[in-house]
């Protein structure tokens, strides 16, 4: 019978410590990129073009790069991101491939599953738990958080959200920056809930497409989530790299106390200077 | 609550195991492979950036070599069209110098030989004129025996100067 079940299942039981199948791929998915790691460590030199792995994660570092600059902007925050976002990205990338690897949902241990006897599988993707997801878009997400802190200052990052209710945009300011808040602390789930949805959702339907037609019927539902994986891996950095753009901003209203990181005045906008209006309270 | 989580398959052991692994990756990630990859890929940057640079470098002094060989030879070529064309001036200079001395020359030369002739014709000359007045003399006197010498010499000095006049 076909199980599906939201949550990893255990597998076995270590001293008490339940090993969820979903462990067992992220420990295997761990040896597999220190084994990547290691071979282009060993690969790279900036005097020979690299081969194989080493070449292919080069590939993979300048075109991941430029597309980080192509978001903010900015080569020194470009590099700055990079490392955080280029791992979430390697990561959540490989463990959604983990999806369509043969042998998933076929391979396992008999255990009981809601008082039925069911065939446990060993694989199941990570970014099918739960507990990968949140762990992921709550590393993101503090990586914003620090992140802001570091360049902005601690005082100025967190004045963004908690306005006082005298200072300019008034009451209508200290809502905004509560929204703010609280809408920091929903990027979490949103972020944990879209990639365990989206890859979720494949597994079980490859599971249901296979269970009533094994032969060739899957192949394109194959296509798909290789496809579906590679586009939430992007979905989830894309939105990483936004969300620290954003944090490493400071708004309008700051740059008058601090030094202007802009002139707007003299900003091009649809090819005309000064095209950009400065907003209420901006200009002096 | 508790049993929501449940539900969806979050327990605290798992959460633990996912958040040690995936910090552990990153930190792995972020230091044995974006860090030296983004090193070497910098260095190749401007290493490539330099070769071009240097290409560049070397193909604008190429040019401006092959500029300063070409002014070079038409400086040469200038300067051996106005050797040969000073040589030529002097040439045709001296030329017209030896011309007129050698004109010079020869006119000196025959004028003398014109003063020598009319000298040499003027002796000729005179010592023929007192020739043939002796011979006249001694004829006329032959002839005419009575005249004395002197009466006789004035006579035919008379008569040469006419002819002479004549």
């Known amino acids: 019978m076909l199980v599906i079940s939201i949550g990893p299942e255990v597998i076995a039981t270590i001293a008490g410590f339940p090993i969820t199948n979903t462990m067992l791929v992220a420990g295997v998915l761990f040896f597999v990129i220190l084994a990547i790691v290691g071979v282009t460590l060993r690969r790279i030199d900036p005097d020979e073009p690299a081969k194989g792995i080493a070449g292919l994660m080069e590939v993979f570092v300048e075109f991941f790069l430029d597309f980080v600059e192509s978001i903010t902007n900015d080569r020194d925050k470009a590099l700055r991101f990079f490392p955080i976002v280029a791992s979430i990205f390697f990561i959540v990338l490989l463990s959604n491939l983990v999806e369509l690897m043969p042998g998933m949902g076929s391979i396992g241990v008999w255990g009981i599953h809601h008082g039925e006897t069911v065939l446990i599988p060993f694989i199941r993707s990570m970014s099918a738990d739960l507990n990968f997801t949140f762990v992921v878009a709550l590393f993101a997400m503090t990586s914003v958080q620090i992140m802001g802190m570091r360049v902005l200052g601690f005082k100025g990052y967190w004045s963004k959200f908690f306005v006082a209710p005298w200072h300019k945009p008034y009451v209508i300011g200290s809502f905004v920056g509560a929204l703010e808040l609280v809408s920091e602390f929903s990027k979490v789930l949103s972020f944990s809930f879209r990639l365990f949805g989206n890859i979720f959702a494949g597994e079980v339907l490859l599971a249901v497409i296979g269970f009533l037609s094994p032969f060739l019927a899957p192949l394109p539902f194959l296509f798909l989530e290789l496809f579906v994986g590679f586009v939430q891996a992007l979905v989830f950095a894309t939105l990483t790299i936004v969300f620290l753009n954003m944090a490493t901003t400071s708004h309008a209203e700051h740059e008058e106390e601090h030094e202007p990181r802009a002139d707007y005045t003299k900003a091009t906008f649809g090819g005309k200077a000064g095209g950009v209006v400065p907003l209420n309270g901006n200009n002096k | ?166």
């Open chain 2, 1 to 166: 609550m508790n049993e929501m989580l449940t539900k969806l398959g979050i327990n605290w052991q798992s959460f633990i195991a996912q958040l040690v692994n995936f910090v552990v990756l990153f930190l792995i990630l972020r230091y044995f492979a974006w860090k030296p990859i983004t090193a070497a890929l910098e260095q190749r940057r401007q290493k490539i950036a330099k070769g071009i640079d240097n290409a560049k470098r070397a193909d604008e002094q190429l040019e401006s070599i092959e500029i300063e060989r070409k002014e070079a030879i038409t400086e040469a070529r200038k300067e051996a069209n106005k050797i040969i064309e000073d040589a030529k001036q002097k040439a045709s200079v001296l030329k017209e110098e030896k011309m007129r001395m050698a004109k010079v020359e020869i006119e000196k030369q025959v004028d003398e030989a014109k003063e020598m002739i009319i000298g040499e014709r003027d002796a000729t000359y005179s010592a023929l004129k007192n020739d043939l007045a002796n011979l006249i003399t001694k004829a006329t006197g032959k002839i005419v025996k009575d005249l004395d010498d002197a009466a006789h010499k004035k006579l035919i000095d008379e008569a040469v100067k006419d002819l002479e006049t004549a």
